[in-house]
């Protein structure tokens, strides 16, 4: 009996072995470098699951360590991932064969988050394809210009709330993630639901926009233990069933849509809002059922507010840090709206280019997301410039290090300085294509660039015109990024003072 249990141990810690060999000598089988440091089982990310460094950080080192190279292999636990160093590369991969790598790598379970997973960042093929094109509908230039009517008004509550903020003393020291995701999380509100996002009371309410946000994205263990899920185990997703949202989160966007649609269906007046856009699709002839409305109407909210108050939040970091910058922001700024009669229009913030170089170097230095992951879907094989070749198969994952590539003094001139400079009109087109990857690039670009934008610009020029920003010591400088999130966050935030002029 004794012995009977000792030869299935011993037959099972050889198979063990033998997989372990397979798995963690695939990239020598197939002629690629493969970065140091990677563990049975874990792969490179052991540091990562364990919250001790980002991805990025991960990334960064194997990218750097390999800059003779066109392509680097690494393992996510036990999956080989290739990451793409060559510019050229991620064309073909994000673009030119775009049919043959369409898929995110970042996975959903449409049980779990049904609404989240018909988000486009998610879906493809038809589905895809039919979201986009309501979305790029919605986004056109003609109807942003609807949509700025809710954000100016958004505007001018945000800087009514500063002023009362300001009332009693001279400065409002305040955490930029939290002040912008206010600003944003009332756009999205009155700009894509028509209602009250309760974000600027004087006293929290639980119900502001957010408020509910961060308690799905606040950076801490729980948020930490599902972006690995999802990154790097999604089998366990699947074997758990945790969803990603919330479910009180997911029935309260299905009533305000359904109530606020049978509300549209009979009103005269159109309102300036995302949904009263949908509205109009609808009564032109597309086919849209109330669970499609809503799962737009829940990208709007999750893309809208997050990302956007991540990037304002860097954005005012830097002006902070820079003051000759920020002065001739805010030189630009009161120009522009001087132009239009004192008055922040849609036209005004189109004209304020210096603005638009600012929000992009920002963005080149602290991207909301570090990196892209496509899926191969159809068999290709990419060759780099230095001769290694991969044929990748249907399921091999490949890795655009969206950082590593922003910060490469190969396309970059001091790349860890701060140069708004670089997307001016003579320079920015000297930028090696692929290398400013903020909305990604290709056939998915991130089809909410333009609102983004839009909100972005505003929040800034609200801002700058009747308030300075200073750094405050609570900062941690320099910036170390949290290893316990999946976007772009600042251990400790981003604090700073703000002050009438």
């Known amino acids: 009996m004794a012995s009977a249990f000792l030869t299935l141990l011993a037959g099972a810690i050889v198979l063990l072995c033998f997989y372990l060999y397979r798995t963690y000598t695939y990239w020598q089988r197939n002629g690629i470098p493969v970065g140091k440091g990677y563990v ?19 990334i960064q080192k194997i990218y750097d360590d390999h800059k003779q190279h066109s392509m680097v292999g690494f393992y996510k636990t036990t999956k080989p991932v290739l990451i ?5 590369l991620v064309k073909v991969v994000m673009q030119s064969k775009f049919s043959n790598f369409h898929q ?17 960042f998610f879906i493809y093929g038809e589905e895809w394809s039919a979201g986009r094109k309501r979305l790029t509908y919605a986004f056109s230039n003609v109807r942003l210009k609807t949509l700025f009517t809710a954000v100016s008004g958004v505007c001018k509550k945000f800087e009514d709330f500063l002023n009362r903020r300001l009332k009693s003393s001279n400065k409002y020291e305040v955490e930029l993630k939290y002040l912008f995701s206010k600003f944003t999380g009332e756009v999205v509100a009155n700009a894509g639901l028509g209602i009250e996002g309760l974000c600027f009371e004087d006293k929290v309410h639980p119900n502001a926009f957010d408020e509910i946000s961060r308690s799905i994205f606040k950076p801490n263990a729980l948020q930490g233990f599902l972006t690995m899920i999802m990154l790097f185990l999604p089998h366990l997703n699947r074997l758990f069933k945790m969803s990603f949202i919330p479910k009180e989160m997911d029935r309260f966007f299905r009533r305000i849509v359904a109530e606020n649609l049978e509300l549209r269906r009979t009103e005269s007046v159109p309102r300036n809002d995302f949904l009263q856009l949908m509205i109009e699709l609808e009564k032109s002839g597309e086919k849209l059922d109330v669970d499609s409305i809503t799962s737009h109407a829940l990208s709007f909210y999750v893309d809208g507010i997050e990302s956007s108050s991540i990037t304002l939040s860097f954005i005012g970091y830097h002006l902070a840090l820079h003051t000759d910058i920020q002065e001739k922001l805010r030189d630009e700024v009161n ?8 008055v922040l229009t849609f036209d005004a913030l189109k004209e304020m280019t210096y603005m638009e170089q600012v929000i992009s170097e920002s963005q080149r230095d602290f991207p909301v997301l570090t990196f892209l992951n496509k899926i191969c879907t159809e068999e290709f094989e990419l060759q780099g410039s230095d001769g290694l070749t991969f044929r990748a198969k249907p399921g091999n994952e490949i890795l655009i290090p969206v950082y590593a590539l922003q910060h490469d003094p190969n396309y970059w001139t001091n790349p860890d300085d701060f140069d708004p400079e670089r997307f001016n009109e003579e320079r920015k087109h000297s930028i090696e294509k692929m290398t400013f990857l903020p909305f990604g690039e290709g056939p998915r670009i991130c089809v909410g660039m333009r609102m983004a ?11 700058l015109r009747s308030y300075k920003i200073e ?6 400088s320099p910036i170390k990024l949290s290893p316990s999130y999946f976007l772009t966050s600042p251990v400790g935030g981003i604090w700073v003072y703000l002050s009438k002029l």
């Open 471 to 476: 750094l405050s010591p609570k900062t941690k």
């Open 453 to 463: 934008m839009l909100q972005v610009k505003a929040g800034l020029a609200t801002l």
């Open 335 to 342: 120009a522009k709206i001087a132009k239009y009669d004192g």
């Open 84 to 88: 793409v160093r060559e510019p050229a």
């Open 40 to 58: 049975p089982i874990a792969g490179h990310i052991l540091s990562v699951i364990f919250m001790r460094r980002s991805i990025k950080d991960v």
């Open 104 to 120: 995110n790598g970042m996975k959903i379970e449409p049980d779990m988050d049904p609404l989240l997973a018909k988000n486009p």
